[in-house]
């Protein structure tokens, strides 16, 4: 590196790993060992109970207390999180959506103990609801009341908290639910178009002010492998977001109209097999989002190579970081321009972008809005559609995956000769000892100054007053995750989103249209032997609420010909138990992504049992460990799915043939 | 009656989950087994109803197009009713896919019913793309339900025949719109407006709009009653938000209404104009237009159907007699036709 280099280097981007998991003392020594390898700020992944508002005792917590993240339930918590880390000095991201309102209140309030001024606090509230609703699941209030939250955050913090980003508007999660670009950009503005139209709405930001109400907007983006045309839709968001800035909110200040994004790159196309080959695939994507300085990552947060197997340990974290760290300090990327202005090629595909895309959001603003759009199911049904596409691409072969249906001969990798140890694991005493924990937290808290405090948030929630010094004050006082969140529900109530599935169709083509007709004949002949057309109920157990999965497999079961009762996200084992044998079903078919399998399946199959079907087949479908996968089968489970079983026909077949051969052998 | 058959009836008074849910497989199933033991079942049922418009449960079917909240208004309906203390069961009906034979029912998504709960079942039943909608298992299905549940909740989809059926199964007829959706008008231009018992404008939460399709169905309904379009009094129409649970008493009420108004006589003279149908729809399945003329038309069928509903056998039993009858019209050269 000659000192010339050194000198015109632009800044590096923030680098963050997405962690958490356990409990906060062992999230914070995380933490402060990444931050040590030099990781330059924090992205904080908390459990599902944190995200949707349940204390670690709640029913449908279980089995998810400090699995795909760290539990939050208190003030306590938040303090062992941040343990011996300056609040002033870190770059905190949260990936925080319906309680991003409690969570922001329980970091102000530590601040507040530590006397630090919240006028430094520096960091990012996810706080997109909408994409919540269309796929990662983690909604708890109905569209308009998420809203108003969403707001109320935005204009407290533009106030107190002026460094904050208070929202992310993630496109990230559209992709992973099969966006294409076009529809990932065009979801993503017209979400920031909803939310910036109900901050104006409100009233109670003034003209200038809304400039920089503007400027604090920041997206998170992924990017996928194609990586020239990711590259090239960077650079389209940036010519879009000036678009909206100018033409729909007039914004006049250069500084507060610039396109701000943080990137977590693809999980989407990691692979279960040859999983050594993601860590190519995840710096390749990395590309996409630092070549261009146009376009450039303000932060990014790269996934491990073995997430499409279970939970990354630490060293597959460090692996990524290392990525970041070589090609912002290694390589002389920093030390140039802009490097495709002027290339008709990228200058080209870039137009065509902003072209479609501004084209669908004009079509969604037609429609009223994101929110509309979200109510009336359209977008959910389009991403269920383009992710059905995309399997199909990859089942036929159209689309080339190294290593799945692709030169798929391998040898044996040294990394994952023990598969058991290729991952993290997460104990499951942590819940009992979480729970444990809330219950001593809940005994030496002042009892008085709970109730005071949860009388004020209703009392914010049903008055329209800011939700955000009550939260502040109810996190002093002792309130807990689930209190905090269920003072809301009372007044808000809760919402369960269109699953998009209903109405999607797709067309498909070539190898896999055939099998579709050859499955089709198969199940009218199972039919015909069983007298009644086979039905199956797809159920998605626990409060995971990534439901691609569940919806493609619901889809097709009902192309094939089943009789389908898909239910939605966020069902209680009760409720599938119960579901399966009112409906009469032939087969269930569950899906569980957030490693909480162990504790759902079996107790979903003593309620069969219990309810007098313990004849009922049931497969299981998620990001399973081989381990688990064999424990799985020996409680009685037919078959274990997992991100490898990509073609999905052979699925369908194998679950036909369940069907047939649990009629032949019983009686009725 | 076979043991297994005792066994099951007693399970479905208890209203048993297992037991009731094994009879709707029966009246799925397609085979002769099955559609024997439903047949036998249903026999009895009748046999010890009567007609059974007394001691029977409720049956409301809530109808109206797509999008309109019906599942919604379902789930709050008989979230209700289980409230005021009576048992529930919910029969939703969805479209099947003509290609693939395959249909998604996606209606248990929106019923937020309390799984342990004993006194509330909940079932999908798909069209089977039948002609003239709802399947013939529908009928079976509801029967049976209404002998062991208080109130029976039929949701159906979409406009035009399905109504026609509707009214065949259930006491009220509901049909749902909502505000808006101009639905008022084409239903009164497709003559269904005089199927419908009741009027519901639902999603009342857009006010402005709801006043307004509430007041021009009303004076859609004035008109009509003013040119004679209804033998009895006028339907009534509401208004209801299945989001907030507003009016939801009101329709209760409204139901109720409806059932007094109709009476003992009417309710019992409508079930049995509703068998007639659904026989004579299983006649005309089972042996077509050809055996009808084969037995004297239409007339002569219908004549015969009815006599043997009045005699206490079920729908399924009564064609069953007649198919006999026609069997042997068939191959007695001699039989005289006019002497059925």
Redesign the interface.
């Known amino acids: 590196m000659t000192h010339r280099a050194q000198e015109t280097r632009d800044r590096p981007w923030i680098m963050r790993t997405y962690a958490g998991h356990s409990t906060a003392r062992a999230s914070n020594a995380l933490y402060r060992t990444n931050l040590e390898k030099g990781q330059t700020g924090l992205s904080v992944a908390f459990d599902l109970p944190t995200q949707t508002g349940y204390d670690p005792d709640h029913p449908l917590a279980r089995g998810e207390v400090g699995k795909v993240g760290v539990p939050i339930t208190h003030l306590g918590d938040m303090r062992a999180l941040f343990d011996s880390i300056p609040l002033e000095e870190m770059n905190t991201s949260m990936t925080i959506n319906a309680t991003a309102p409690w969570l922001l209140a329980m970091y102000i309030a530590l601040a507040e103990e530590r006397g630090v001024d919240p006028r430094t606090l520096r960091g990012t509230t996810q706080n997109d609801i909408v994409k919540e609703y269309l796929s990662r699941g983690t909604y708890i209030f109905?569209p308009q009341h998420s809203m108003r939250l969403i707001t109320d955050v935005v204009i407290y913090t533009v106030e107190h908290v002026p460094r904050w980003n208070p929202i992310n508007i993630c496109s990230y999660h559209l992709q992973e639910a099969g966006a294409t670009p076009t529809q990932e950009l065009a979801y993503a503005l017209v979400t920031a178009i909803g939310v910036l139209d109900a901050v104006q709405a409100t009233g109670q930001i003034s003209e200038p002010r809304f400039e920089q109400v503007f400027g604090r907007l920041s997206f998170f983006v992924n990017a996928g492998i194609r990586f020239v045309e990711e590259l090239c839709k960077m650079r389209a968001f940036v010519e879009l977001w000036s678009r909206v800035a100018e033409q729909r909110y007039g914004v006049k200040e250069e500084k507060f109209r610039r396109f701000r994004y943080g990137i977590q790159v693809n999980s989407l196309g990691l692979t279960e097999q040859q999983p050594e080959n993601n860590i190519i695939r995840i710096v390749l994507e990395m590309l996409a989002v630092t070549l261009s300085k146009d376009a450039r990552a303000r932060a990014i947060q790269l996934p491990a190579w073995n997430e499409a197997l279970g939970l990354p340990r630490s060293w597959d974290q460090q692996w990524s970081l290392r990525a970041q760290q070589i090609l912002a300090f290694e390589t002389d990327l920093l030390e140039y321009g802009d490097l495709f202005r002027g290339s008709h090629v990228v200058e080209a595909k870039t137009q065509a972008l902003v072209d479609s895309a501004w084209e669908e959001v004009v079509h969604v603003l037609d429609q009223g809005g994101a929110i509309e759009a979200v109510e009336s199911g359209y977008v959910k049904q389009r991403l269920v559609e383009s992710n059905a596409v995309r399997l199909q691409a990859i089942e036929s072969g159209a689309q080339t995956v190294v290593g799945v249906n692709a030169y798929t001969t391998s040898e044996q990798s040294p990394l994952t000769a023990d598969l058991s140890r290729a991952f993290l694991s997460v104990d499951p005493e942590v819940e009992r000892a979480q729970i444990q924990s809330v219950n001593d937290w809940k005994t030496k808290r002042d009892a008085a100054a709970v109730r005071e405090a949860l009388g004020g948030l209703r009392h914010a929630a049903e008055s329209g007053e800011n939700i955000m010094p009550a939260s502040i004050q109810a996190a002093h006082a002792g309130v807990t995750t689930g209190e905090w969140a269920f003072a809301l529900r009372e007044v808000f109530g809760e919402y369960?989103a269109p699953?998009g599935?209903?109405s999607a169709h797709v067309a498909s083509r070539g190898a896999v249209e055939d099998s579709l007709h050859r499955l089709?004949r198969r199940?009218?002949d199972v039919?015909h032997r069983?007298?009644?057309?086979p039905k199956m109920l797809v159920g998605k157990p626990g409060l995971d609420g990534h439901s691609n999965g569940a919806e493609q497999i619901?889809?097709l079961?009902?192309?094939?010909?089943?009789?389908?009762?898909?239910?939605?996200i966020r069902v209680?084992p009760?409720?599938i138990?119960?579901?399966a044998?009112?409906?009469?079903v032939h087969l269930v078919g569950l899906s569980i992504l957030s490693g909480g399998h162990l504790a759902v399946v079996p107790e979903i199959l003593r309620l069969l049992r219990e309810?007098?079907?313990p004849d009922l087949p049931v497969v299981v479908g998620g990001i399973i460990p081989d381990r688990d996968a064999a424990r799985l089968r020996e409680a009685g489970v037919a078959a274990v799915y997992t991100p490898k079983d990509f073609a999905l026909s052979s699925i369908m077949e194998a679950l036909v043939s369940l069907v047939d051969e649990g009629q032949q052998h019983s009686a009725? | 009656m076979t043991r297994d058959l005792k066994h099951v009836l007693a399970g479905l008074r208890a209203r048993d989950k297992a037991s009731v849910a094994q009879v709707l497989n029966w009246v799925e199933d397609r085979r002769f087994a099955a559609q024997s033991r439903v047949q036998e079942l249903l026999d009895r049922l009748c046999r010890e109803h009567g007609d059974g418009a007394e001691d029977e449960g409720l049956r409301i079917g809530l109808t109206g197009p797509p999008g309109v909240g019906k599942s919604s208004l379902v789930a709050r309906l008989g979230c209700a009713y289980r409230q005021a203390g009576r048992s529930v069961a919910v029969v939703a009906i969805d479209p099947t896919s003509v290609v693939s034979g395959g249909a998604l029912l996606g209606d248990r998504a929106r019923m937020e019913f309390d799984p342990r709960d004993r006194d509330c079942f909940m079932r999908s039943l798909s069209t089977r793309g039948h002609a003239g909608g709802l399947s013939y298992a529908v009928h079976s299905a509801v029967q049976i339900l209404a002998s062991a549940f208080d109130v029976v909740l039929v949701e159906t989809t979409g406009v035009g025949q399905n109504e026609t059926d509707i009214i065949h199964i259930a006491d009220t007829v509901v049909l749902v719109v909502q505000p808006g959706g101009g639905d008022t008008l084409q239903f009164l231009k497709a003559g269904v407006m005089e199927i419908p018992d009741l009027f519901v404008v639902n999603k009342a939460d857009e006010t402005k709009l709801a006043q307004r399709a509430l007041s021009d169905l009303k004076s859609a309904l004035h008109t009509l009653a003013a040119v004679g379009s209804f033998s009895g009094a006028p339907p009534q129409a509401i208004s209801t938000s299945a989001r907030h649970g507003d009016g939801i008493e009101d329709l209760m009420n409204a139901i109720s209404a409806h059932r007094e108004g109709l009476g003992d006589k009417g309710r019992s003279h409508r079930r049995q104009q509703g068998d007639l149908a659904w026989s004579f729809s299983l006649f005309l399945r089972d042996f077509g237009v050809f055996g009808m003329n084969q037995l004297g038309g239409q007339e002569v069928v219908k004549r015969l159907l009815h006599e043997g509903l009045v005699r206490g056998s079920s729908p399924p039993a009564v064609v069953d007699t007649l198919g006999s009858a026609l069997l042997r019209a068939i191959r007695d050269p001699d039989f005289q036709r006019h002497r059925v």
């Open positions: 109905p369960r699953t599935v209903g089709r199940l009218d039919e069983i007298g009644r057309r619901a889809l079961a009902r192309d094939v010909g089943f009789e389908v009762v898909y239910e939605g209680t009760e409720q138990a119960a579901s044998v009112e409906e009469g309810a007098g079907r009725s």
